[in-house]
Every structure is written in structure tokens, then in C-alpha cells.
């Protein structure tokens, strides 16, 4: 059964850092993009940041941009989501994503396995 088990969610002040790690179990996903993704209370999952199989391209929503970097070992098939200078618009639920069959990197219906979440509240 595979499994993608997020961590590293908890609650901090605004301006400061997590780092979530996604670590899938039974399969390697070495060879696909993978992403992250949060849904706030009464709002939609929305696109969060993304990275490339290789690791060799990023893509992140603007509102996150310059304060959240993305990335990967393959080596350990963990992916990274290291969140600096939060606020308390970034408070969500944290998903972390896989897409095995390609499509939009941001688009959340080419994604095909998904974790359970982590909270992430951000205190102001």
C-alpha cells in the first residue's frame, strides 16, 4: 500500500520557519514531480510549490515566493518544503502530492497520491 506521510507541521509565530518533510512508503517516487499543496478553513486546496523528478526545476505560487523553497533527496525519496517568514495567511493544512502520470506541475487534478495532511498554524 503506498503511503505519503507528511511531518514537521506545528505552530509558530509569524516571521518564523518550518520545514516539512514528505517521506511516501511502499513505492519510490524517485522518477516524478511532486508537490505540495494547503487548504485553509473554508477554502479550497490550493497549489503551494513544486519540484521536478530531478530536482533541476521549482515552481511555487506567488504568495510564497522569496519564503518557501522545495526540494528533494532521492536518495531518502523525501521532499522538502522549508517555510521561512510565515504568516498567518500561510496557517492551512499541508498536503504533499505526487504525479506519477505528468500534466500542469500547479494543477491539482494531474496529482494522483496524496498524503494526510500536517496543520500548520501561524500565530500573529
Known amino acids: 500500500q503506498v503511503q505519503l506521510v507528511e511531518s514537521g507541521g506545528g505552530l509558530v509565530q509569524a516571521g518564523g520557519s518550518l520545514r516539512l518533510t514528505c517521506a511516501p512508503s511502499?513505492?519510490?517516487?524517485?522518477?516524478?514531480?511532486m508537490g505540495w499543496f494547503r487548504q485553509a478553513p473554508g477554502k479550497e486546496r490550493e497549489f503551494v510549490a513544486a519540484?521536478?523528478?530531478?530536482?533541476?526545476?521549482?515552481y511555487y505560487t506567488d504568495s510564497v515566493k522569496g519564503r518557501f523553497t522545495i526540494s528533494r533527496d532521492n536518495a531518502k525519496n523525501t521532499v522538502y518544503l522549508q517555510m521561512n517568514s510565515l504568516k498567518p495567511e500561510d496557517t492551512a493544512v499541508y498536503y504533499c502530492a505526487v504525479q506519477t502520470v505528468g500534466g500542469r506541475i500547479n494543477v491539482i487534478l494531474t496529482y494522483d497520491y496524496w498524503g494526510q495532511g500536517t496543520q500548520v498554524t501561524v500565530s500573529s
Open positions: 519540484i521536478t523528478w530531478s530536482g533541476g526545476n521549482t
Open positions: 511502499g513505492r519510490t517516487f524517485r522518477s516524478y514531480a
